[in-house]
């Protein structure tokens, strides 16, 4: 799986050993605010998923490292959106990196790889209306918003960007073909 690098991140694959730090940010309850906390086994179950989508579709999540310290700070990727063939962008970082543009600067190398790499045609990214830090990076992607919907046991607003609205800025980006 590609490797993509930049100005402040590296995502990289993740793989078993990014358990432990995986399993804390999971159960984080104010990192997961929005989301569901997970279990040590949701967890589990979830980092496996990470590993086994890129093998079965050419995209997935990403462990997201900071450059200057080495360390995993979160995750940001691609998936399918519950119940759907829609492909969702989705994102958690750690509260140390929250405000800090990480959350958007992931993203954007996410969307780069699916419109570039991956070939997608669309992207979609849901959010909870109350989670307005989520809903600011969502717009700052040009994402457009298109309704509300129901996703993941919760009432959501629904964003998408198609490959031909989208309007890549220059923010560095290598990928790493491994």
Not at 80 to 97: A, H, I, R, W
Request: aromatic share 12%; proline share 3%; charged share 25%.
């Amino acid at each position: 799986m590609p490797e993509i690098e930049t100005a402040r991140l590296r995502l990289r694959d993740f793989n078993l050993n990014d358990f432990d730090y995986l399993f804390r940010l999971y159960s984080d309850a104010e990192v997961m605010k929005y989301l569901l906390p997970r279990t040590r086994e949701q967890t589990q179950v979830s980092l496996s998923k990470h590993i086994q989508q890129w093998q079965l579709h050419n995209f997935g999540m990403w462990a997201v490292i900071h450059k200057e310290t080495d360390k995993m700070i979160g995750r940001c990727g691609l998936g399918f959106l519950e119940n759907t063939p829609e492909v969702e962008l989705g994102y958690v970082f750690d509260k140390s990196c929250w405000n800090m543009g990480i959350a958007t600067e992931a993203s954007v190398a996410t969307l780069k790889f699916g419109f570039w790499e991956a070939k997608l045609n669309q992207i979609v990214a849901i959010a909870d209306p109350e989670n307005i830090a989520s809903v600011r990076v969502i717009q700052k992607l040009g994402m457009k918003y298109e309704k509300n919907a129901h996703h993941y046991g919760h009432d959501v607003t629904y964003y998408a960007l198609t490959h031909t609205e989208w309007q890549p800025d220059d923010s560095l980006y290598i990928l790493k073909k491994s």
